[in-house]
């Protein structure tokens, strides 16, 4: 099935420690996204990388670094996890080029539910 | 700055009653305003994009339509499976992500 699929499904951890989460997409799409939910379900974005160029939300903690081996992948590092990281975290995608093969719509992933203990 | 505001937070209807969902924002250049159903434990599914004013588009039970200003989710005789939360979302003024509005929680009892 083409999607996009994130691992691991739920991420239990300590604070303090550093951990990742996989995301890829089989759409063919040349643009990932990071987004955040949080307890209150409102959805943030936090980065997003088209090829080569990242974009970073100004308010997302140096200590979360994006990394894309290939445009199908985009993962999530988290550095010294805190409290306040414990949310659901969503990987996205679009195809921004391509005139008629582009398109406005992001496509989400399923999540992935972080809990910082 | 750019704000995406959903009205009611929740909404409980009995299966059948027809009801509207609210998105109202504020972003100079709308480039597209997004529908989304978001299932517990699911990400959000693509459900609608509208681009100018007096648009519509339907799918199933829902009619989105979009003014200046504002937008609306209608469901007509809706059914339980239609609960779930919706959310509605523009693109940023760079076009380099969604804003999203805090979403309706609709619940349908039969």
């Known amino acids: 099935d083409t999607a996009v699929s994130q691992t691991p499904k739920y991420l239990v951890t300590q604070m303090g420690n550093d951990k990742s989460i996989k995301c890829e997409q089989n759409l063919g799409h040349d643009t990932m996204y990071w987004y955040k939910q949080d307890s209150k379900k409102f959805l943030k974005i936090m980065f997003s990388y088209n090829n080569k160029e990242l974009i970073i939300n100004e308010t997302v903690p140096n200590r979360f670094s994006p990394k894309s081996p290939d445009k199908a992948h985009l993962n999530l590092h988290i550095n010294s996890l805190e409290l306040g990281d414990s949310a659901v975290y969503f990987c996205a995608s679009r195809q921004t080029s391509g005139g008629e093969t582009s398109t406005d719509t992001q496509y989400f992933g399923p999540g992935t539910r972080l809990t910082v203990l | 700055e750019d704000q995406v505001t959903q009205s009611p937070e929740a909404l409980r209807l009995q299966e059948g009653e027809s009801s509207s969902l609210n998105c109202s924002y504020t972003?100079?250049?709308?480039?597209?305003l997004f529908w989304y159903r978001q299932d517990p434990g699911k990400g959000p599914e693509f459900l609608f994009t509208?681009?100018?004013a007096g648009e519509e588009k339907e799918k199933e039970r829902l009619k989105a339509t979009l003014t200046k200003k504002e937008s609306f989710l209608h469901i007509t005789a809706p059914k339980p499976e239609d609960s779930a939360t919706y959310l509605c979302?523009?693109?940023?003024?760079?076009?380099?992500?969604?804003?999203f509005g805090k979403g309706t929680t609709l619940s349908v009892s039969s």
């Open positions: 509208l681009y100018s």
């Open positions: 979302a523009v693109p940023n003024q760079a076009g380099t992500a969604l804003i």
């Open positions: 972003v100079s250049g709308l480039r597209g």
